[in-house]
């Protein structure tokens, strides 16, 4: 079992920047790819950014050049520094953990609501 806590979400102003934070603990070995997602309200969950076990990144495109995903081993905590943030950014974000390719696990979801 891998577990996820995501932490770091509240209210910002449009233009303005929050660091999401994702604690990884547990069956941590053969973890394959740590993500960020997003749900809206009345909307489908959608991937946000992901970065691989060999450190590599891939960014949806409504956040590239804003968002960036980073993992720090040592702490075994997974963020997103988010950027110039858009009332469209608004959603609860959730932290995801692909393991042996097979196996997904899903934090509780931390709120982000982008308003003025």
């Known amino acids: 079992q891998v577990q996820l806590v995501e932490s770091g979400g509240g209210l910002v102003q449009p233009g303005g920047s929050l660091r999401l934070s994702c604690a990884v603990s547990?069956?941590?070995?053969?973890?394959?790819?740590l993500d960020w997602y997003r749900q809206a309200p009345g909307r489908q969950r959608d991937l946000v950014a992901t970065?691989?076990?060999?450190?590599?990144?891939n960014y949806a495109d409504s956040v590239k050049g804003r968002f960036t995903i980073s993992r720090d081993n040592a702490k075994g905590t997974v963020y997103l520094q988010m950027n110039s943030l858009k009332p469209e950014d608004t959603a609860v974000y959730y932290c995801?953990?692909?393991?042996?390719?097979?196996?997904?696990?899903w934090g509780q979801g931390t709120q982000v609501t982008v308003s003025s």
């Open positions: 970065v691989t076990s060999d450190g590599g990144t």
């Open positions: 995801h953990a692909l393991r042996r390719s097979i196996y997904n696990y």
């Open positions: 547990g069956s941590i070995v053969g973890i394959n790819a």
